[in-house]
């Protein structure tokens, strides 16, 4: 059973930084691309940003870039997205989503949405406030 679990969501006010962290069980996150969406109340989901264990690029939304950052620990199977210099317009829930890697698959595509994800995490509320 291919299942990504969410946590490290929370308050914080603007400027703040947070960690979130999504533990994959089932299937190993090395033969994955592994993506983080997020969905404000109103609005459609969109890639924040997307890694690639193979492609040797990782994608981040222009909004994002600079401040967030994706990155994998092997040996907890998990990926991690630091967020830094918080703003109240990254308030969102957040989600994590891996698809198989392939040897055509972009982590751009896969943040624009192309790809149909093989699992999606239940995600995570982060709130930008003061």
């Known amino acids: 059973h291919l299942q990504l679990v969410e946590s490290g969501g929370g308050l914080v006010q603007p400027g703040g930084s947070l960690r979130l962290s999504c533990a994959a069980s089932?299937?190993?996150?090395?033969?994955?691309?592994i993506g983080w969406f997020r969905q404000a109340p109103g609005k459609e989901r969109e890639g924040v940003s997307c890694?690639?264990?193979?492609?040797?690029?990782?994608y981040y939304q222009d909004a994002v870039k600079g401040r967030f950052t994706i990155s994998r620990d092997k040996a907890k199977n998990t990926v991690y997205l630091q967020m830094n210099s918080l703003k109240p317009e990254d308030t969102a829930a957040y989600y994590c989503?891996?698809?198989?890697?392939?040897?055509?698959?972009?982590?751009?595509?896969?943040?624009?949405?192309?790809?149909?994800?093989?699992?999606w995490g239940q995600g995570t509320q982060v709130t930008v406030s003061s």
């Open positions: 989503a891996a698809v198989a890697e392939g040897f055509l698959t972009r982590t751009r595509s896969m943040c624009d949405m192309r790809y149909e994800i093989d699992v």
């Open positions: 089932g299937f190993p996150l090395r033969n994955y691309m």
């Open positions: 890694d690639s264990s193979t492609e040797g690029y990782t």
